[in-house]
């Protein structure tokens, strides 16, 4: 998906998402360098553990096709406050994605925060901590 911001693209995969038991539904989009934008919500599990994050879903969009890197990400959630990734899906944008990243948390009524990969995740872990291995 090329054509489409990234708040709308956010705005339109958090209508999916399956929160039955928190009833607190999120959506996530991502920006790949070619200008891809790959979208994920969340998606609740009766065994509470097994369900994921909408940033670990657009992740999973974004590497099933092939796309390493993120050079955008915004998130929407229902609340009063922009809300901010979770500290797994922290590690997990880290992952694909220079610090300077932009990250966007924003409400459904437009309230925005902007941060960034490193801002989220200072001293992260990373592949150079595994050089003797
Ligand atoms: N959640 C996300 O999908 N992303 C976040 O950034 C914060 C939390 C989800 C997980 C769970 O389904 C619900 O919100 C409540 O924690």
């Known amino acids: 998906m090329t ?3 990234m708040r709308d693209a956010a705005l339109a995969v958090y209508e999916n998402a399956y929160a ?3 009833r607190f ?3 996530a989009a991502i920006r ?3 200008g891809t934008v790959f979208q994920g919500c969340n998606v609740e599990n ?3 553990p097994e369900g994921t994050c909408a940033e ?3 992740i999973a969009a974004m590497a099933a096709a092939g796309a390493r890197k993120i050079v955008e990400v915004y998130v929407v959630a229902d609340a009063p406050l922009p809300v901010p990734p979770c500290g797994g899906c922290r590690q997990k944008l880290a992952e694909f994605s220079d610090g300077d990243v932009p990250v966007t948390m924003s409400t459904l009524s437009g309230m925005e925060d902007k ?3 490193a801002q989220l995740l ?3 872990f990373d592949a150079g901590h595994m050089a003797n291995t």
Do not use: I
């Open 25 to 27: 539904k999120v959506g």
């Open 115 to 117: 941060t960034t990969v």
């Open 122 to 124: 200072p001293g992260a």
């Open 20 to 22: 039955p038991y928190s």
């Open 56 to 58: 670990a879903g657009a």
């Open 3 to 5: 054509d489409l911001s």
């Open 46 to 48: 009766v065994a509470y």
């Open 32 to 34: 790949t360098e070619d």
